[in-house]
């Protein structure tokens, strides 16, 4: 079995702490790294090597607290805060019968968190813990996670397998060899359909370079590419087809303009260079987006489907009146978001001023301006 501190030593000498937190909806056959992220199989790790001090459950009269009375109770301690994750059901086992992820943050005053009395610091802690992580997750969506097929998004991280929305992560320290397990409810909301995502070799090998490439950069390109990413699993995750279309475009709207809000007609003058083969396809891009966005009839009146959204208030089931054109278009718009992500990812290290003059140059390659 793995041990991490052995995995981490480097790391851990140099004060850094360790942080593992589970995975769900996602199948790993063999460990691998992307970056400082490291993913493991279930039962490849040795958690106990971690040495992780259980919480303890609030008694009354000798009985431990049930959920119904849970609710009823004013407790304000640090035997509250135990309470409150082990609840939650998050323990060992939930470490060792899930998919991990395991990385280490410098930013994390232990002294503070030991004596932390209350749950909501624990709930702080743990938001945070989920966003850095999902910065990995967040890459390997773009690459692996189509928006036709909602069955392929794994959880978030942090959940685990029964984990009913809860999210739960274990934080060691070398200096005190021993961990803690701290849980609560930080989402909102959860993928339930299908089963989820498969990560090996076989699907981490061909983007490799990309991705570490993103989780890297100090690029001012690369932080907006990683926004970007962060709004592109917003968009796979969006339940409603009608709000997902309109994230979709506010996600081009953003990719185009990072800093400022342009009407959509100059928006795609932004997004069709990363897309278009020739001029030809220019443009058909352009009467594309056109009907994308607001078009009119010879009779004046609006056709093109996010105006009819956002100020007829139309769903795009409506407008399309059948689910596989519905799904034809959210992989379309997709593919759209995709070409101009990747450009950003190729060229990360820009500044945006450099990435706004390879635009110039595509387009007059294209012979539009």
Known sequence: MV???????????????????????????????????????????????????????????????????????????????????????????????????????????????????????????????????????????????????????PGTVGTWNGSNGFSSALLFNIDDYESYIIAGSVITHTVVKGIGLELGLNEIEPNREACEAVLSTNGEVGAIVKMALAMHTTFLETNNPTTQFVKAMTLLEFLAYPDDFEKFEKVRKEITPHIAKDYNHYLKLKDRFNELTGKKDEAGKHIGYRTRIVHIGDDIEDILGDETEVNKVMLEVQIYIGKVIEDMIENHEMTWSEFEELRRQKKELLGII
């Open 3 to 153: 041990k991490l501190v052995e995995e981490f030593r480097s790391e851990l000498r140099h004060g850094n702490h360790l942080v593992v937190l589970p995975l769900s909806r996602v199948l790993i056959e063999d460990s691998f790294n992307i970056g400082k992220y490291r993913f493991y199989p279930i039962g490849e790790v040795d958690i106990n090597s971690l040495r992780p001090v259980p919480n303890q459950f609030l008694k009354i009269g000798g009985n431990e607290i049930n959920d119904d009375d849970w609710m009823i109770l004013d407790f304000k301690s640090e035997e509250l805060r135990e309470a409150a994750t082990a609840i939650t059901g998050a323990g060992p086992d939930v470490f060792k019968t899930n998919p991990l992820i395991a990385f280490t943050v410098n930013n994390l005053d232990w002294d503070e968190f030991l004596e932390a009395t209350t749950h909501d610091y624990d709930k702080k802690i743990l938001r945070s813990l989920t966003r850095e992580a999902e910065k990995a997750m967040d890459i390997l969506k773009f690459f692996l996670c189509k928006a036709d097929l909602i069955d392929t998004l």
